[in-house]
């Protein structure tokens, strides 16, 4: 299917445990962000790149790790899992060309139990 | 540091009603705005992008309005329905950065 999509859409761990979400586009797009959502907070710039094996922090990075390793793809991995960063994340991606339009993925629900 | 806000946070409105939804920010070098509607538990849609060089733009009943010298942004929907009802959220691409920021959303509910 083209377009940007997320898995897994719902996920459950435990706190300390690692785990991470994935990020498939099919557009080939150059700029990749991952945003988490919280009520009271919006949506929060967390990890972007603008390449493979280009990337930069967002606002709120830590506990946090990214790779993009292939244009497509853009993991992010929650390396401790802590009850704070139960939350909707969602990635996103847009062309080179910054005047065009960001799209977004329909999110990952995560909740640290 | 680009800040966006959006006021109110929330509206309800009878069906028929035209709805206004405002959007500002405290920086006019941008590339462009772009609003967003999202339903519960679901990701973001785009409805329409407005170029920093662009007044206005329209799609279908959606208009939205492009003020950059002072900041603001407006979104007009006609006529509403009860399918409109959905948060809706504004994010600016601010230069020369290529990251969005984004506002906190309107969530609106039109009332059969």
């Known amino acids: 299917d083209a377009g940007i999509t997320q898995s897994p859409r719902y996920k459950i761990t435990e706190t300390g445990r690692q785990v991470t979400l994935m990020c498939h586009q099919t557009?080939?797009?150059?700029?990749m962000f991952w945003y988490r959502q919280d009520l009271g907070h919006g949506l929060r710039l967390i990890y972007y790149s603008a390449a493979a094996d280009i990337t930069d922090k967002g606002e709120v990075p830590d506990g946090y790790v990214v790779s993009r390793s292939k244009t497509e793809n853009f993991p992010l991995t929650l390396e401790s899992a802590t009850r704070s960063q139960t939350s909707v994340y969602f990635c996103a991606s847009s062309e080179r060309d910054l005047y065009t339009e960001a799209f977004f993925g329909q999110g990952t629900r995560l909740t640290v139990v | 540091k680009q800040e966006v806000t959006q006021i109110p946070a929330a509206l309800s409105v009878p069906e028929g009603e035209n709805l206004v939804l405002n959007c500002s920010f405290t920086?006019?070098?941008?590339?462009?705005l772009q609003w967003f509607r999202q339903d519960p538990g679901k990701g973001l849609t785009s409805l329409l992008l407005?170029?920093?060089?662009?007044r206005e733009q329209t799609s279908g009943r959606l208009n939205a309005s492009l003020d950059k010298s002072s900041g603001r942004s407006t979104l007009y929907i006609a006529a509403s329905q009860p399918g409109d009802s959905a948060t809706y959220l504004c994010?600016?691409?601010?230069?020369?950065?290529?990251?969005?920021?984004f506002g906190a959303g309107t969530t609106v509910t039109v009332r059969a």
């Open positions: 557009w080939s797009h150059s700029y």
């Open positions: 994010a600016v691409r601010p230069l020369p950065d290529y990251k969005l920021s």
């Open positions: 920086d006019s070098a941008i590339y462009n």
């Open positions: 407005i170029q920093s060089s662009q």
